[in-house]
């Protein structure tokens, strides 16, 4: 689900419509996760988005590991391949997820099968009362990192 539409964020402005537009999305909770798809539906986007940009970003979060759908590590692999950057915001549960235990190392899950590609990172809400923080946090430093070309790590 694209939850805002493509938006250049180029002013202060700019940035609150932003800011406004994410705070009133509805939050949708699904019982099947499927990070893989999610990334391909995602990587289709930047095709019609009619811009052109130096860097492709793609900003995944979720409360759970792939259930359905193509494996997230394959799908990351290949759009690493193509160039694209994908950040993560696991969010962490210590409660039962549709009748399934609490997963304590989805964060890890995050690091080692979804981020990937140059200068990538993630940043973990603790629970859903702590991601509008996780949010602000990751795209204040998205916005803010400067072009990284593909064989450029940061330090």
Same mark, same amino acid.
């Given at each position: 689900?694209?939850?805002?539409?493509?938006?250049?964020?180029?002013?202060?402005?700019?940035?609150?419509?932003?800011?406004?537009?994410?705070?009133?999305?509805?939050?949708?909770?699904?019982?099947?996760?499927?990070?893989?798809?999610?990334?391909?539906?995602?990587?289709?986007?930047?095709?019609?988005?009619?811009?052109?940009?130096?860097?492709?970003?793609?900003?995944?979060?979720? $409360?759970?590991?792939?259930?359905?759908?193509?494996?997230?590590?394959?799908?990351? $692999?290949?759009?690493?391949?193509?160039?694209?950057?994908?950040?993560?915001?696991?969010?962490?549960?210590?409660?039962?997820?549709?009748?399934?235990?609490? $997963?304590?190392?989805?964060?890890?899950?995050?690091?080692?099968?979804?981020?990937?590609?140059?200068?990538?990172?993630?940043?973990?809400?603790? $629970?859903?009362?702590?991601?509008?923080?996780?949010?602000?946090?990751?795209?204040?430093?998205?916005?803010?990192?400067?072009?990284?070309?593909?064989?450029?790590?940061?330090?």
């Amino acid at each position: 689900m694209v939850v805002i539409d493509w938006t250049v964020i180029d002013s202060r402005d700019a940035a609150h419509r932003f800011a406004d537009k994410l705070s009133e999305a509805p939050r949708v909770a699904e019982r099947w996760t499927a990070v893989g798809a999610a990334l391909e539906h995602a990587a289709a986007q930047f095709a019609r988005s009619g811009m052109t940009s130096r860097r492709r970003v793609i900003d995944i979060s979720g $409360d759970g590991r792939t259930n359905e759908g193509p494996p997230a590590e394959m799908v990351r $692999d290949r759009l690493v391949r193509e160039g694209v950057v994908i950040n993560g915001l696991p969010v962490m549960m210590n409660r039962t997820n549709f009748g399934r235990p609490p $997963d304590r190392e989805l964060d890890r899950y995050y690091e080692e099968n979804v981020i990937g590609g140059p200068g990538s990172f993630m940043i973990v809400a603790r $629970d859903f009362a702590d991601f509008g923080r996780a949010v602000r946090t990751k795209l204040v430093r998205e916005i803010s990192a400067p072009a990284l070309s593909p064989t450029t790590r940061p330090t």
